[in-house]
């Protein structure tokens, strides 16, 4: 194979494609990496561990400035219109996000999952009660926001981020497109970073079987059945209920009409963006009101995120119970506000919510690196956790505006 064939395998294409063939080649190396010990003096899985450290890196670099910018950009340039049905769409949107976000909780109390982490020398500082949650929660909002940048404070980042973006919802057209225009930039260089993943996944998979064996793969087929779980339960069970609260009637064929039009296209596609036009035309054909439709379906696709509170959420929770962190019921409710406010502010791009596991995971004390090791651990499960994620957010997003609407027809006869 040339170089130029090569470059292509590994950068262009499809990226659940390239996912894959790095977990089947760090598979591999770790498995065949005893036996060539002998013959070539090292590990060849501990060498090519460093690829791995070098992507867990890059995200836990990029991810303070990340939150920072999209939030800001997200909220100073946010059109909410005037019309009661798409208040009655926002609710539902951030309704269904929290419910999902609780029910991976409860997914996480019932079949705890832990992975393997390098804990290293990382001082961690549990929290006692919620109280003491609490006033730590406070100090971080209110801590300078240079130094919240530099220490990858992400509660203090958030809440500047949220005050900065509410300020300049009144600030000219020209200044919210220079935001969106840093929004735009830092989103390129996400995308760069993630165009490794491969690589990266490869490198983690390889050291990590290496390291703890075969019983580790078993662990993150565990923690993705965990995540999966939790989704469909949302997307049959939670979802159907908050649509029968709607329109007093049997949901399912609407929630079926929803999954199998938007949702599967969704999951090959792995964007919500780019599902939108699935979504419009999918609204058309159930003549929903285009004026509330074409509305709500682009802001569903920003704000809508269930399947993103729930990877946030199970992701954050594995690297507390892998720790050994005891959670009491109010710290978890409180981890399900801040999944849903996380989830409603990641980003477009392909695994774009696991880019706020380290916000999360700040609620317990738990350092920024091991934080970005759990996001390598969701690109290795990403091949089927991110397509599922979506499938939920993007299919959720027209059934709920579907829900409203007919709800507003029934009332107007």
Same mark, same amino acid.
């Given at each position: 194979?040339?170089?130029?064939?090569?470059?292509?395998?590994?950068?262009?294409?499809?990226?659940?494609?390239?996912?894959?063939?790095?977990?089947?080649?760090?598979?591999?190396?770790?498995?065949?990496? /005893?036996?060539?010990?002998?013959?070539?003096?090292?590990?060849?899985?501990?060498?090519?561990? $460093?690829?791995?450290?070098?992507?867990?890196?890059?995200?836990?670099?990029?991810?303070?400035?990340?939150?920072?910018?999209?939030?800001?950009?997200?909220?100073?340039?946010?059109?909410?219109?005037?019309?009661?049905?798409?208040?009655?769409?926002?609710?539902?949107?951030? $309704?269904?996000?929290?419910? %999902?976000?609780?029910?991976?909780?409860?997914?996480?109390?019932?079949? /705890?999952?832990?992975? %393997?982490?390098?804990?290293?020398?990382?001082?961690?500082?549990?929290?006692?009660?919620?109280?003491?949650?609490?006033?730590?929660?406070?100090?971080?909002?209110?801590?300078?926001?240079?130094?919240?940048?530099?220490?990858?404070?992400?509660?203090?980042?958030?809440?500047?981020?949220?005050?900065?973006?509410?300020?300049?919802?009144?600030?000219?057209?020209?200044?919210?497109?220079?935001?969106?225009?840093?929004?735009?930039?830092?989103?390129?260089?996400?995308?760069?970073?993630?165009?490794?993943?491969?690589?990266?996944?490869?490198?983690?998979?390889?050291?990590?079987?290496?390291?703890?064996? *075969?019983?580790?793969?078993?662990?993150?087929?565990?923690?993705?059945?965990?995540?999966?779980? %939790?989704?469909?339960?949302?997307?049959?069970?939670?979802?159907?209920? *908050?649509?029968?609260?709607?329109?007093?009637?049997? /949901?399912?064929?609407?929630?079926?009409?929803?999954?199998?039009?938007?949702?599967?296209?969704?999951?090959?596609?792995?964007?919500?963006?780019?599902?939108?036009?699935?979504?419009?035309?999918?609204?058309?054909?159930?003549?929903?009101?285009?004026?509330?439709?074409?509305?709500? $379906?682009?802001?569903?696709?920003?704000?809508?995120?269930?399947?993103?509170?729930?990877?946030?959420?199970?992701?954050?929770?594995?690297?507390?119970?892998?720790?050994?962190?005891?959670?009491?019921?109010?710290?978890?409710?409180?981890?399900?506000?801040? %999944?849903?406010?996380?989830?409603?502010?990641?980003?477009?791009?392909?695994?774009?919510?696991?880019?706020? $596991? /380290?916000?999360?995971?700040?609620?317990?004390?738990?350092?920024?690196?091991?934080?970005?090791?759990?996001?390598?651990?969701?690109?290795?499960?990403?091949?089927?956790?991110?397509?599922?994620?979506?499938?939920?957010?993007?299919?959720?997003?027209?059934?709920?505006?579907?829900?409203?609407?007919?709800?507003?027809?029934?009332?107007?006869?």
């Amino acid at each position: 194979m040339n170089s130029s064939r090569l470059f292509s395998l590994l950068f262009h294409g499809n990226l659940v494609k390239r996912i894959f063939i790095g977990l089947l080649l760090g598979i591999l190396v770790a498995l065949i990496s /005893p036996s060539l010990n002998a013959l070539v003096g090292f590990n060849l899985a501990d060498k090519v561990g $460093i690829l791995g450290q070098i992507f867990v890196r890059s995200l836990r670099s990029v991810a303070p400035i990340l939150v920072f910018i999209l939030v800001i950009a997200a909220i100073a340039n946010k059109k909410v219109g005037s019309k009661s049905s798409m208040k009655d769409i926002v609710v539902l949107y951030l $309704i269904g996000t929290f419910l %999902a976000a609780l029910t991976a909780v409860l997914a996480s109390f019932i079949f /705890p999952s832990k992975v %393997a982490l390098v804990t290293g020398d990382h001082s961690l500082s549990p929290p006692g009660e919620l109280s003491e949650v609490m006033s730590g929660l406070i100090f971080n909002v209110i801590d300078n926001p240079i130094t919240a940048l530099f220490n990858a404070n992400f509660i203090g980042i958030l809440a500047w981020a949220i005050g900065l973006g509410v300020a300049l919802r009144h600030a000219s057209e020209a200044t919210k497109n220079v935001v969106n225009d840093f929004a735009e930039a830092v989103s390129k260089i996400v995308h760069f970073i993630i165009a490794f993943a491969p690589i990266g996944v490869f490198g983690l998979v390889a050291e990590t079987l290496g390291d703890k064996g *075969l019983q580790a793969l078993g662990q993150y087929i565990h923690l993705l059945a965990v995540l999966i779980g %939790a989704m469909l339960f949302v997307a049959f069970v939670i979802n159907p209920i *908050l649509v029968f609260w709607k329109i007093r009637r049997n /949901p399912f064929p609407l929630v079926w009409t929803c999954v199998r039009e938007s949702g599967l296209t969704a999951f090959l596609t792995r964007s919500s963006a780019a599902n939108i036009p699935v979504n419009m035309a999918l609204a058309k054909r159930l003549n929903l009101d285009e004026e509330t439709y074409s509305v709500s $379906i682009p802001l569903g696709a920003n704000i809508n995120m269930a399947g993103a509170a729930i990877t946030i959420t199970i992701l954050t929770l594995s690297a507390v119970y892998t720790l050994g962190v005891e959670v009491s019921i109010p710290t978890a409710l409180l981890l399900s506000v801040v %999944a849903t406010v996380c989830a409603c502010g990641a980003s477009g791009v392909s695994g774009g919510s696991l880019l706020l $596991i /380290p916000l999360a995971c700040s609620l317990f004390g738990i350092s920024n690196d091991i934080a970005a090791q759990m996001i390598g651990v969701g690109f290795i499960i990403g091949v089927l956790q991110d397509s599922t994620e979506t499938a939920l957010n993007s299919s959720t997003d027209v059934l709920f505006t579907a829900a409203v609407c007919i709800s507003q027809e029934e009332d107007n006869k």
